[in-house]
């Protein structure tokens, strides 16, 4: 099964609306939790990361909670510009998963003017 | 600046032949990663190297080689045996213990 699942794209979003992308994980163990944004024609930025439980992890307006009882970790802000247009990937990593990454499908986001 | 750089940013390749796609990184990381990137799938591991001159498969290994002789390379060729190469390539590195992975600007390859 999926190890990373994020809510399907496209999310088109009006300037100043408010963003949720929902991140769930599959772990046993307590990996650390990430959000990375990807530029058109770009690699990857990390966004923003958690690494135990309830920790909130920020940057730039965006949030992310580590949840495990839910085994969640939604991103979220308050009021969107156009200039977050991107893709956004969740992320794990931990012992479970050999250290290595493990990234969801990712998420476009459009926010329109 | 440090950081990590991939070249060349497009790449053509004809059926049957071999390419490689260059990284390399002035981070003094160790760990260094290919993915590839197809559109709707996410991100893809395809090799991993987490020390000099050792490296392991990803899920998609086949068709692809790469090498690690120096602690800033890691190039990744992609053979003839890749079946279906057209992609989007990003390299990585994570510097051990931060958990946190730095990526170029990736390669973007296409069959013609």
């Known amino acids: 099964g999926d190890s990373v699942t994020q809510m399907e794209g496209p999310v088109t979003l009006s300037e100043e609306a408010f963003l949720t992308i929902n991140c769930t994980y599959t772990?046993?163990?307590?990996?650390?939790l990430f959000w990375y944004v990807q530029y058109p024609g770009e690699g990857l930025q990390l966004l923003l990361k958690a690494t135990k439980a309830d920790d909130k992890g920020s940057n730039k307006g965006f949030e992310a909670t580590y949840r495990k009882e839910t085994t969640s970790f939604h991103l979220e802000k308050g009021s969107v510009q156009v200039s977050d247009s991107a893709v956004y990937f969740c992320?794990?990593?931990?012992?479970?998963?050999?250290?290595?990454?493990?990234f969801g499908a990712g998420t476009i986001l459009r926010v329109k003017s | 600046d440090g950081g990590i750089t991939q070249s060349p940013k497009y790449l053509f390749r004809k059926e049957g032949q071999n390419v490689t796609l260059s990284c390399e990184q002035n981070l003094n990381h160790d760990a260094m990663y290919w993915y590839r990137q197809d559109p709707g799938q996410g991100l893809r591991l395809i090799y991993y190297?987490?020390?000099?001159?050792?490296?392991q498969k990803g899920d998609i290994a086949e068709g692809y080689s790469v090498s690690r002789e120096k602690k800033e390379s890691f190039p990744l060729t992609v053979t003839s045996a890749q079946k279906n190469p057209t992609a989007f390539y990003l390299c990585a590195s994570i510097q051990g213990g931060t958990d946190e992975a730095f990526f170029g600007q990736g390669t973007r390859l296409t069959v013609v």
């Open positions: 190297s987490q020390i000099v001159n050792d490296f």
């Open positions: 772990a046993t163990g307590y990996p650390s």
């Open positions: 992320a794990l990593s931990g012992e479970e998963y050999g250290n290595k990454l493990v």
